[in-house]
């Protein structure tokens, strides 16, 4: 059975930083596409950042490229999202996910239903 932790969400002042982790139990991440995904209310949900485990290969969403860093550590079974620079903007749940990938990052990452195994959501609020 796939268990996911997610961690490192909270409130942050606008320009503040933050760290989310995910880590997976139940499997082992390697040639699986990994994600973090985000919804704010009333918006549908979106694709923030993707990495693959097979090449390392990355995307970021067009709002958040030059802000935010996706990494993983493989050995912990777990990735990253460091978010500087944040803004009121960013508030939203986040979500991580993992799936096999069966097309790019890029073009799994804007799929965000193509996803079949999901964390529970961490609340990042960016407000003064």
């Known amino acids: 059975q796939l268990q996911f932790v997610e961690s490192g969400g909270g409130l942050v002042q606008p320009g503040g930083s933050l760290r989310l982790s995910c880590t997976v139990s139940g499997f082992t991440l390697d040639y699986y596409a990994i994600g973090w995904f985000r919804q704010a209310p009333g918006k549908e949900r979106e694709g923030v950042s993707c990495?693959?485990?097979?090449?390392?290969?990355?995307y970021y969403s067009e709002s958040v490229e030059g802000r935010f860093s996706i990494s993983r550590d493989s050995a912990k079974n777990t990735w990253h999202l460091q978010m500087n620079e944040l803004e009121p903007e960013d508030t939203a749940v986040y979500y991580c996910?993992?799936?096999?990938?069966?097309?790019?990052?890029?073009?799994?990452?804007?799929?965000?239903?193509?996803?079949?195994?999901w964390g529970q959501g961490t609340q990042v609020t960016v407000s003064s």
């Open positions: 990495i693959s485990m097979r090449d390392d290969s990355t």
């Open positions: 996910a993992a799936e096999p990938p069966v097309y790019s990052v890029k073009a799994m990452c804007s799929m965000w239903p193509i996803f079949s195994s």
